[in-house]
T-cell receptor
């Protein structure tokens, strides 16, 4: 999607290994989000950021950490990947909290074996 | 649990028909609602939004209706086309918090 890219697009990793997913934006938006999408659950919020070095937990944050050292990049780290973290991960950005839709990236499909 | 849900997980229509996708929300404090479309292998794409001070909003071939009395949201797609086949999500925003998404309805359009 224009202005937001996720990398990698696909990844297979082994249980117990650390994994980092990257979200990069060129829109200079303040707010960035990580969601996971699973069948039967829709999109669930993992973590979000409201500025450089300002982050907070979402609904399903256990086992995940995030970092935002500059406006354009928001990293999601799985400290020690588990099979339950097999999912499709989406990053989203928005310029403001009220009355703005989110722009989503194309997603990262992560498989933990 | 989910504060936003959809009445039907799947909806099948014929090309040219009008489609109606429904969504119920539980939080009366929600003041902003969005419909997203997600095609296979892609991220959700913004379709249309509506604020709680409105009952109806129209876009190109799409209309969103909001009934705050029964906490119900619907998306109407006019003259549905095969390219409309996708998963549709409603989302709600509660006083500036992060968007909460429903589980989605899969729309299948046959020609």
């Amino acid at each position: 999607d224009a202005g937001i890219t996720q990398s990698p697009r696909h990844k297979v990793t082994e249980t117990g290994t650390p994994v980092t997913l990257r979200c990069h934006q060129t829109e200079n938006h303040r707010y960035m989000y990580w969601y996971r999408q699973d069948p039967g659950h829709g999109l669930r919020l993992i973590h979000y950021s409201y500025g450089v070095k300002d982050t907070d937990k979402g609904e399903v944050s256990d086992g995940y950490s995030v970092s935002r050292s500059k406006t354009e990049d928001f990293l999601l780290t799985l400290e020690s990947a588990t099979s339950s973290q097999t999912s499709v991960y989406f990053c989203a950005i928005t310029p403001g909290l009220r009355d703005y839709g989110y722009t989503f990236g194309s997603g990262t499909r992560l498989t933990v074996v | 649990g989910e504060s936003v849900g959809l009445h039907l997980p799947t909806l099948s229509v014929q090309e040219g028909d009008n489609s109606i996708i429904n969504c119920a929300y539980s939080n009366s404090a929600s003041d902003y609602f969005i419909w997203y479309k997600q095609e296979s292998g892609k991220g959700p794409q913004f379709i249309i939004d509506i604020r709680s001070n409105m009952d109806k909003r129209q876009g190109q071939r799409v209309t969103v209706l909001l009934n705050k009395t029964v906490k119900h949201l619907s998306l109407q797609i006019a003259a549905t086309q095969p390219g409309d086949s996708a998963v549709y999500f409603c989302a709600e925003n509660q006083a500036g918090t992060a968007l909460i998404f429903g589980k989605g309805t899969t729309l299948s359009v046959s020609s």
